[in-house]
């Protein structure tokens, strides 16, 4: 039963106020062995691989169905890796391999380790809004974060295997789907996530610490795009599992 209510057993809802995702490039070598055998990375180039800091203000998450009054509101904080995973049809889908999520109240991290396998945390957050400068801090987890938003003319970060937004804009996040995989019954979880009105802006990044991130030890990672993306209806259908078939599924690819 236990398993079960983890595999995403409903669909839910919510409001993003606003998701600033911030995309790290590195070597593909160097985040392989992150993922799981039945993923392969979402590649730019032959060469870069991607990691995300997602930093979510949610309002009114609740199960799909459920009148707003029944929802919570929650700051969440993802670290993610851009995956590909093909189907046992063959289909090809593009999307999150999730390594952490945090968030600042308690009965996020009760209900979402209950419903999910998303390794929720609790930890302090603070958001703070000056003028068009937004700043995300938590002195539990070592992260420290100040973006420009509202600029015309935003710079690629230095670095940035990109040549322009355009590129960019391929690897803002949340992609449609998230993948759970389950080596010992060699099951795939697939959760897809449908969005409106997704128009993500380019903002510049003036700071960023991320202990989470050093603890990976990847020894050459660099920003490579930062977005936000503002007042977004978003749900994620119930999930769905299938067996992964091994090689014959990454010959599919």
Same mark, same amino acid.
């Given at each position: ?53 997602? =930093?979510?203000?949610? !309002?009114?998450?609740?199960? %799909? ?5 029944? /929802? $919570?509101? @929650? ?20 999307? =999150?391999?999730?390594? !952490?999520?945090?968030?600042? %109240? ?5 209900? /979402? $380790?209950? @419903? ?138």
């Amino acid at each position: 039963m236990n398993t079960f209510l983890k595999d995403h057993p409903f669909a839910v809802e919510a409001f993003f106020e606003s998701s600033i995702v911030l995309t790290f490039s590195v070597p593909r070598e160097e985040l392989e062995k992150f993922i799981p055998e039945c993923l392969e990375l979402d590649v730019f180039g032959d060469k870069w691989a991607f990691v995300a800091v997602a =930093l979510v203000q949610t !309002k009114d998450l609740r199960p %799909k169905g459920f009148p707003r009054i029944l /929802g $919570n509101d @929650f700051f969440l904080i993802g670290y993610r890796i851009f995956v590909r995973y093909t189907t046992n049809e063959g289909k090809k889908l593009r999307g =999150l391999y999730i390594l !952490k999520s945090e968030t600042d %109240k308690k009965k996020m991290e009760f209900f /979402g $380790n209950i @419903f999910t396998h998303y390794k929720y945390t609790t930890t302090d957050i603070q958001f703070e809004v000056n003028g068009n400068y937004k700043s995300i801090t938590s002195s539990q987890s070592g992260l420290s974060i100040q973006v420009e938003v509202g600029q015309e003319d935003v710079q690629l970060p230095d670095n940035s295997p990109f040549k322009n937004w355009s590129e960019a804009r391929k690897f803002a996040g949340p992609l449609p789907f998230t993948f759970t995989y389950t080596p010992e019954t060699k099951e795939v979880l697939i959760i897809e996530g449908v969005r409106q009105n997704w128009k993500p802006e380019a903002i510049t990044v003036k700071k960023h610490s991320i202990s989470f991130l050093k603890a990976l030890q990847l020894p050459e990672i660099h920003l490579a795009n930062a977005f936000i993306i503002n007042n977004i209806p978003y749900y994620w259908k119930k999930g769905k599992k299938e067996k992964w078939n091994g090689k014959e599924n990454l010959l599919r690819g």
